[in-house]
């Protein structure tokens, strides 16, 4: 027992210790990292790590990034967002995005606060903030998650000829799951112009003509969304869907919704 207890001792202490080494650092292009004490970027963009042997200041382009530890406003916005003080949030998020330019959190600070604009329920500001976010980090526009991100904030913010551009070019891109989903954001486009027999159409297409598609969530939202819309045009047809939804969708984050409609 005494042994047990010294081998749980001893893992806690590791996991301290490898808590406390994060530490700052700057990425060189041929891999090597440059760890710190502490960095700091200028307004150039050059950056100025304090290291063992002192500081050593990196000018803007010959690194590949700065990386500074997270700030504790970050986990403070994370937290208020939690707790749906949205105002709270984005002024911590605002003041990261400041400070942390070059190193880092601001590109994680802007993903998040385009985030937090659209749950408070700004999405003009919510665009802003992704379009902001692509000047600090234009390879952020590859990346999945916040390119979806910008498109339901443009639905919110009612930008749908600009909104329509950009799905059709995910549908021209190749990728089948991103058109699947490109699919059913036009139904929600014409949903939200009260469009409710356009809408249907577009759902049904992504539930049949994307049937190579398995992802249950995005099955799951054009079948449940398609239903939906059937159900108040009054097509009898929507429970079948529902019934559709629960049975082989069953994963899908929109399942429990459609069991409370069978």
């Known amino acids: 027992m005494k042994t047990n207890k010294l081998i749980l001792i001893g893992l806690a202490a590791a996991c301290v210790a490898g808590t406390a080494l994060a530490a700052p650092y700057v990425m060189m292009p041929n891999g090597s990292r440059v760890d710190g004490t502490a960095i700091r970027a200028l307004s150039t963009g050059d950056i100025n790590l304090t290291t063992d042997v002192g500081v050593r200041t990196f000018p803007k382009g010959s690194y590949l990034k700065a990386v500074a530890d ?50 408070k329920g700004d999405a003009e500001g919510a665009v802003q903030a992704y379009e902001k976010l692509f000047l600090v980090s234009p390879e952020a526009r590859q990346n999945a998650d916040v390119a979806w991100g910008l498109r339901r904030a443009m639905l919110q913010a009612k930008q749908y000829p600009a909104l329509l551009r950009q799905l059709d070019a995910v549908a021209a891109s190749g990728s089948r799951p991103d058109a699947a989903r490109a699919q059913t954001m036009r139904g929600d486009i014409q949903l939200a112009q009260n469009n409710l027999e356009l809408a249907a159409m577009d759902y049904l297409r992504t539930a049949i003509l994307f049937q190579d598609v398995k992802d249950v969530a995005i099955q799951g939202e054009a079948h449940f969304k398609a239903a939906s819309a059937l159900e108040q045009m009054r097509e009898p047809r929507a429970k079948d869907l529902y019934k559709k939804v629960v049975s082989e969708y069953g994963a899908s984050p929109y399942a429990a919704q459609a069991k409370g409609k069978i």
């Open 70 to 119: 997270k700030p504790a406003e970050y986990d403070q916005a994370v937290a208020a967002r939690n707790a749906k003080k949205y105002d709270d949030a984005v002024k911590l998020l605002e003041g990261v995005v400041v400070r942390f330019r070059y190193l880092g959190w601001d590109v994680e600070a802007s993903k998040l606060l385009a985030q937090v604009l659209l749950e």
